[in-house]
Nanobody
Framework: QVQLVESGGGLVQAGGSLRLSCAAS????????MGWFRQAPGKERELLAA????????YYTNSMKGRFTISRDNAKNTVYLQMNNLEPEDTAVYYC???????????????WGQGTQVTVSS
């Protein structure tokens, strides 16, 4: 089993930045595909970004390109999401996820964190 714990969420003003972290335990996730999702109230959970095990390949939903950056530190068993120029529309619960396989832009993941709240004020 893989346990995922997100951190780094909070309240930020529009135009600000946050860096989310997702620490994995239970297994080494260096060979896992990792992804970040978010879910706003009343909306479906959406995939934001994903990264391959070696960090060499990344995927971003079009609307996230240029503002969000996914990265990973396999030595720390941790994946990150750097979010810049945040907008009120980015307010949501942010989740990380891990899967031992699958294609990069797949929304299917075996393991999920509990989420961290991000609130962007105008």
């Amino acid at each position: 089993q893989v346990q995922l714990v997100e951190s780094g969420g909070g309240l930020v003003q529009a135009g600000g930045s946050l860096r989310l972290s997702c620490a994995a335990s239970g297994r080494t996730v260096g060979n896992y595909r990792m992804g970040w999702f978010r879910q706003a109230p009343g909306k479906e959970r959406e995939l934001l970004a994903a990264i391959r095990c070696n960090g060499g390949s990344t995927y971003y939903t079009n609307s996230m390109k240029g503002r969000f950056t996914i990265s990973r530190d396999n030595a720390k068993n941790t994946v990150y999401l750097q979010m810049n120029n945040l907008e009120p529309e980015d307010t949501a619960v942010y989740y990380c996820a891990a899967d031992p396989g699958g294609i990069l832009y797949s929304r299917n993941y075996n393991y999920w964190g509990q989420g961290t709240q991000v609130t962007v004020s105008s």
